[in-house]
């Protein structure tokens, strides 16, 4: 079984005290609605460093040139890691994604059998 883990790859939220900025950090982000399509709109729920917690409305991205998946919710942005049950990271089984490998399989059929018509 594979889980899903958001790791944070831009924090740039800021809050203002008068004329103090604090500069306050997402320390962790859940994602209970994501799902694995491109453009699904999801719930991101940020805990940050101030002990206060936002939903944030996000969408999913998937990158066809790094084959990654993102979760961009504007005032911050993760990187989708797949893991094992065992907690292991997927990335070091098997560097495509699904819909990729599909598409590969897919024209390699296509090539096969095209060949075979040729013969």
Same mark, same amino acid.
């Given at each position: 079984?594979?889980?899903?883990?958001?790791?944070?790859?831009?924090?740039?939220?800021?809050?203002?005290?008068?004329? =103090?900025? /604090?500069? !306050?950090?997402?320390?962790?982000?859940?994602?209970?609605?994501?799902?694995?399509? #491109?453009?699904h709109i999801c719930t991101m729920d940020v805990t940050y460093n101030d002990r206060s917690i936002k939903s944030l409305i996000a969408r999913v991205i998937y990158n066809n040139l790094t084959n990654d998946?993102?979760?961009?919710?504007?005032?911050? =942005?993760? /990187?989708? !890691?797949?893991?094992?049950?065992?907690?292991?990271?997927?990335?070091?089984?098997? #560097?495509?994604?699904?819909?990729?490998?599909?598409?590969?399989?897919?024209?390699?059929?296509?090539?096969?059998?095209?060949?075979?018509?040729?013969?």
């Amino acid at each position: 079984m594979m889980n899903h883990t958001f790791k944070i790859i831009t924090n740039n939220c800021y809050q203002s005290n008068n004329t =103090v900025k /604090n500069h !306050i950090k997402a320390i962790s982000v859940s994602i209970p609605d994501y799902q694995e399509v #491109h453009n699904h709109i999801c719930t991101m729920d940020v805990t940050y460093n101030d002990r206060s917690i936002k939903s944030l409305i996000a969408r999913v991205i998937y990158n066809n040139l790094t084959n990654d998946w993102i979760v961009d919710a504007k005032a911050l =942005v993760v /990187n989708v !890691i797949d893991t094992l049950d065992d907690g292991s990271d997927f990335e070091h089984v098997n #560097h495509h994604s699904i819909p990729e490998l599909n598409e590969r399989i897919r024209i390699a059929h296509r090539a096969y059998h095209l060949h075979q018509q040729a013969s």
